[in-house]
């Protein structure tokens, strides 16, 4: 509900904040005192456009900001947490929107101080509140709610609508496939034939992971075959054996020999083992070099063929991948795709089964749900027929049509449109067509005292949805609003004492001047305060004690209501 709105600079309201109770919120006042424009800055923050004439002193920026309590509203916490605005663990409680116009043109929007775009505090609002102004449409009278209506009338639907949701997904999803598996049918041949043509070209390269950096290792090696024989030589007779110079093994087995001899010194005998160890690295590298010299001797031809090999690798890169590691990837991934392609008819052909059976399920389900809507559509006509005949309005005829849609959808195959007929005679027209006035207002507040249990939006407002109504019927709607502020918050404009006596909360709006400026103020009415608003409501500024014990009669009869 809505607890609070802040006004600052807007029109002729300097600064103003009201604060909102439960139930029924009356404002009242003389004509042109600045009842709308409470109403305007409330607009403003449920997203209505900006007027250039609602900044009052161009030398500051205009606010407006509510704050809404939400613990209860699920709807609006639930868009809040998709926009990513809160976290799924977190507690809120209450959320504030603002707006701000600035003098050069710059405005602002906002949700708990978080820059918004005017769209989305548009939609959030839908889940706040609703207001009915003269002349204006509203969320109650969107085609597009009235299907959640009718189902908030429909027995035992819960489990139907869920399961016929995820029937709608499933079928939507196997639709797709099928879809795709027919465009691919197209070109099924053709990218069989070009798997076929890739997977053969990298099979028969037979390649192996770390190949190229081997082939590329043994041409370099090839090209420098002579310098690495010559040096790989003179390494061998360094270490091993020479004609010309003593090695660096015959050296170390002397010295052994020598070591052996005077190992009868604890000195020389430490050193027995270290020179071994030398003795025997140095018969090890010898043998490893020896070993690569006569790797060194390669056949006639072997370099063109490792350039040979290399280049086709290269080709094979520049198709499949950067590496072997991503062509061998590639393989796989094409063995997968052929292999799909060539089961493409099989798998078609259980799809296009399992639609037909999702689908009987589907209709199944479809007609068990409209059966139960048609039901329920009954029931809410009769519903908004009693509430009619409270607001003597008896000749009005309401119908709820539940028509069957052409295309299947996730809540069913069915469409519902509001039937309205004013006067006896005239033929019954979808309400969206029909203009605003006394007769569509109190159409409106039938159908919300009807619907409020199921119509979630937790407050309100009315703009003068009593004007031009007298005697019984303005009594009627009084107490109608009244019944209507038990499930709602409720926040009127009117000129009419008997709504105003109805009231939890009353406050009277006035202009005043100052210097030579307007201002309009508000202020929340004391129980004596609003005896004497009501008799001046009833009587004008010139009220008599008469009509000041009227007034009180009124308020007694309203407090005894649900009596």
Partial sequence: MLQEIYISNFVLIDELRMEFSTGLNVLSGETGAGKSIIIDALGLLLGERIKHDYIRDQ??????????????????????LEQGMVDDDEDIETIV??????????????????????????TLSTYLIDMHLQNDRQNILRPVNYLGYVDGFAEDIEDLL????????????????????????????????????????????????????????????????????????????????????????????????????????SFFTDMVEP????????????????????????????????????YRISKLKKKYGENIKDILAYLETARVDRETLDQSDELQAEIEQEIMSLDAQYMQLASEISHKRKQAALLLEEKVHNELQGLNMPHIKFQVAVNEKSNPGSKGMDEIDFLFSPNPGEEMRPVTRIAS?????????????????????PTLVFDEIDVGLGG????????????????????????????????????????????DRTF????NLDAEEKVREIARMLD????????????REMIAISRGRFL
Avoid at 115 to 121: F, G, I, K, R
Avoid at 498 to 511: R, T
């Fill in 59 to 80: 030398d500051r920026k205009a606010v407006a900001e509510a704050v809404f309590e939400v613990s209860n509203n699920t709807e609006a916490r639930s868009f809040l």
């Fill in 97 to 122: 929107l603002s707006r701000e116009i600035h003098p050069n043109g710059k405005t602002a929007a906002r949700i708990n101080g978080r820059n918004v775009t005017v769209s989305t505090l548009k």
């Fill in 162 to 265: 869920d399961n016929i949701a995820r029937l709608y997904s499933l079928l939507s999803t196997r639709r797709r496939q099928l879809e795709e598996l027919r465009l691919n049918q197209q070109n099924r041949v053709q990218r069989l034939d070009f798997l076929t043509y890739q997977i053969k070209e990298i099979e028969d390269s037979e390649l192996r992971e770390g190949e190229e950096e081997e082939l590329k290792e043994l041409r370099d090696r090839i090209k420098n075959a002579g310098k690495l024989l010559e040096g790989s030589t003179r390494i061998f007779e360094l270490l091993y054996s020479s004609e010309n110079v003593t090695s660096a093994y015959d050296q170390v087995s002397s010295a052994l020999d020598v070591t052996q001899d005077l190992k009868s010194d």
């Fill in 275 to 310: 020179l071994e160890n030398i003795y025997f690295s140095l018969q090890d590298l010898s043998g490893r070099i020896s070993s690569f010299k006569d790797k060194l001797e390669f056949e006639p031809g072997q370099l063109e063929e490792i350039e040979d090999r290399l």
């Fill in 437 to 457: 006035g006394g007769e569509i207002s109190r159409f409106i507040l039938a159908l919300k005292k009807a619907l409020a249990d199921v119509y979630n939006i």
């Fill in 472 to 515: 019984s019927a303005l009594n009627a709607v009084a107490r109608k609003l009244a019944e209507l502020s038990g499930a709602h918050q409720l926040i009127l404009v009117t000129h009419s004492p008997q709504v105003a006596s109805y009231a939890e909360q009353n406050f009277i709006i006035d202009k005043y001047v100052e210097g």
């Fill in 520 to 523: 309009t103020r508000v202020k």
């Fill in 540 to 551: 004008g500024e010139q009220y008599s004690d008469l009509t000041m014990e009227h007034a």
